[in-house]
């Protein structure tokens, strides 16, 4: 199963060299094997990876709203450069950002002097499995950005509460929205209970049809009999008993107005299906077509 998931990672505890002059803080910690929100990486997603992360751009804060919605310029920040995989640790690369930005000071400083307050966040493509309780990401299809996040301890909650969500959605059960969404199941409800119905009374006037020897829909010469207009009525009909008092009804028209009539056997019932049907006939054409 392919999910689209926001990551967080700090470097606390890794080694950041700055290098403020030029821009570059080498050797931050880009994800792990293990992630905030609970999920487990497989080494070989992170090592495949390495590609996706190489001159990924890296933005200040997340986009509002989509997490694929454009950047404005001014939040451009700089690239991740020299991906690396380190077995049992995760990956990690090189920061280059634009020293002149308004944020680059305040950067460099963090990384130096307090280098847990450097968080990155990342909106990837993975594909996923359950084992368990766990969420295992098995490999990183595309990653949409790497985004420089303030006080990322904190930020965690915001999507820790996206990672609920997700876990909510692969825990839901029909009954379970049932019992919390009854709304939400009716109106899914609503238009199939109405196409069953609708197909349930065609198939029912098909057979009052049959049984009062009148043509089925698409039979031949059938609009001189059960014209468009008059099926129209029979599947608006109020009830069962008006259903079948309107079909006897037809029939004895037909046979009173022809003095007999020789039964005509459908040849195709494409009306059961709910295709489209030829126009109606006026009345004045449907009554010269009994007398025929």
Known sequence: MEQRLQEFVDSTGQSIRVDAERGVLRGVKLLGLASKNGRTYREAALASAIPLYEGAKVNVNHPKGSPIAP??????????????????????GDLHFNPKHALAEQLAWDAQHAPEQVGLSHNVLARTKREGDTTVVEAITRVESVDLVADPATTRGLFEHTAANAQLLESLTVERLSSERADLVEAIERPLVEQLALLKRRVRIAELLAEHNLPLPGARHAERVTTPAFLDTLISAASEEVLETLVADRAALARSATGGYRPIVAREQQWLAGEPRRPAETAEQFAASLRR
Request: no cysteine.
């Open 71 to 92: 950047r404005d310029y001014q939040d451009r920040l700089g690239v991740v450069r020299e991906v690396k995989h380190r077995p049992g640790e995760g990956l990690f």
